[in-house]
């Protein structure tokens, strides 16, 4: 992916998001050479085997080849989510920048500012997330599993890694069959994000919007949310509709993961 360089056009440094999310994010549990080769070694295996498994369990047909397998470190996963974040938010990126540049506050937050702060949430949640499917890497998504928080967890739960490993594949590559056999999801996905950006004010969400997130953050959110706060009616309403698509294909993750794993 190629990335904008700063006072380019775009809102994000990227390189600078990458670079400081790499930082925090930290290397993870010690692991030796050989069983860090074992790790990967048996993810891979795991998530070719749960292929079948899926499909069996769901009746969900995904083509072989479609979407590849990626066994990464944190830093891998910063890289990997910076670039699906650049290709989802594209559509808002042409859409403020085809607008008269903002002034004022909006001015003040260079590419860099948000570079930090996209770096920074990246970072922190490199540490949390075992797996995930980018719908968005073309041509029909890439899996991503991140082994040493897989390692992190199971130690910590104490638990079987052949069993944990293979829970973590089954779970995961059920969304890789649901994006691949249902190849429309990822194209509803993607319209409901040019949805969007159609209704993005590149003023009222940089001079109205954000000084009323910084606020909400020093005050700790009350009862509002994040999204309550810097969206419209119509803006949320296509949030509820991603969030709706999301949540279903999360709960039918958790019941294929829960009715195969024995």
Do not use: Y
Not at 19 to 37: F, L
Not at 116 to 141: C, I, M, R, T, Y
Not at 219 to 246: C, N
């Amino acid at each position: 992916m190629t990335k904008e360089t700063p006072g380019s056009g775009s809102m994000v440094d990227w390189d600078l998001a990458v670079s400081v999310g790499s930082r925090i994010a930290g290397d993870g549990p010690e692991v030796g050479r050989a069983e860090a080769d074992a790790v990967v070694a048996e993810l891979r295996a795991d998530a070719e085997r749960s292929t079948g498994l899926v499909q069996e369990f769901t009746g969900l047909t995904a083509q072989p080849g479609t979407a590849p397998v990626l066994v990464v470190d944190r830093r891998g996963w910063v890289q990997a989510n910076a670039d699906s974040f650049a290709t989802m938010l594209d559509p808002v990126v042409r859409k403020l920048t085809e607008k008269k540049p903002p002034t004022g506050l909006a001015k003040a937050l260079g590419s860099r500012v948000t570079g930090l702060e996209v770096g920074g949430l990246l970072g922190f949640l490199s540490g949390k997330v075992l797996g995930q499917f980018d719908p968005f890497f073309d041509p029909g998504g890439r899996l991503l599993l991140v082994a040493p928080n897989v390692v992190h967890i199971e130690r910590e739960l104490g638990a079987d890694p052949t069993d944990f490993r293979l829970w973590v594949c089954l779970h995961e590559e059920t969304h890789r069959v649901q994006f691949t056999a249902v190849p429309w999801m990822r194209e509803h996905l993607a319209a409901q994000v040019d949805a969007l950006a159609e209704t993005v004010e590149p003023t009222k969400l940089l001079e109205d919007g954000l000084p009323r997130v910084l606020d909400a953050l020093r005050g700790g959110f009350g009862q509002q949310g994040l999204i309550d706060l810097v969206s419209s009616p119509e803006q949320r309403e296509i949030l509820d509709r991603v969030t709706g698509m999301m949540s279903l294909l999360e709960g039918h993750a958790d019941v294929v993961m829960d009715g195969v794993g024995p």
